[in-house]
């Protein structure tokens, strides 16, 4: 009944029913972690199903939830846990496609706190420098020459507003 819940897109509903279920060999299938940790990304818990992808063992399967994961979070605006699923499945996979969403969620996770410092009277970089710290290192983690100009504009941006989240300037200049 969850997953019929889920598939109609009442996803509140389908995350209780999916969570009353308490057969371990049934909780262990994919068909219901996919739709667990898609209940988890459209009801705003990311974090949750990247949870569920770490307690995954099938490695074909932990590949397809990561794959639905980072789709999801990119879809809903979850971009830190889409670019942190983009950057695991590049690294299993050189399509450009994964690029493209890695690309598309760091550079929406550095929008988000550039927004969240404009509009945010009680904005801390405290809070946010893991983050850009971790966006970076996704980024620097890539061959693509384009993750170095994105580089270089977060830190400048860092820089500029008080931020020294990397000790030394961008490789390239």
Request: glycine content about 6%; overall charge negative; hydrophobic content about 35%.
């Amino acid at each position: 009944y969850g997953i019929s819940l889920a598939s109609t897109g009442n996803f509140k509903a389908a995350e209780e029913m999916l969570k009353t279920i308490h057969n371990t060999s049934y909780k262990s299938e994919y068909c219901f972690l996919s739709w667990l940790a898609r209940c988890y990304v459209m009801n705003g818990t990311p974090e949750k199903a990247w949870e569920l992808y770490l307690g995954t063992k099938n490695v074909d399967e932990s590949y397809q939830l990561l794959d639905l994961i980072a789709n999801d979070c990119y879809q809903m605006g979850h971009f830190l846990h889409a670019a942190k699923a983009f950057n695991i499945l590049e690294k299993v996979d050189s399509d450009s496609d994964i690029w493209e969403g890695k690309r598309g969620a760091c550079i929406g996770a550095f929008q988000k706190i550039v927004v969240a410092k404009e509009w945010d009277n009680n904005f801390r970089f405290a809070s946010h420098e893991k983050d850009l710290k971790e966006i970076i290192s996704m980024l620097k983690s890539t061959d693509n020459p384009q993750s170095e100009f994105i580089v270089r504009s977060i830190w400048t941006w860092s820089k500029d507003n008080g931020l020294h989240i990397i000790s030394n300037t961008p490789t390239h200049q």
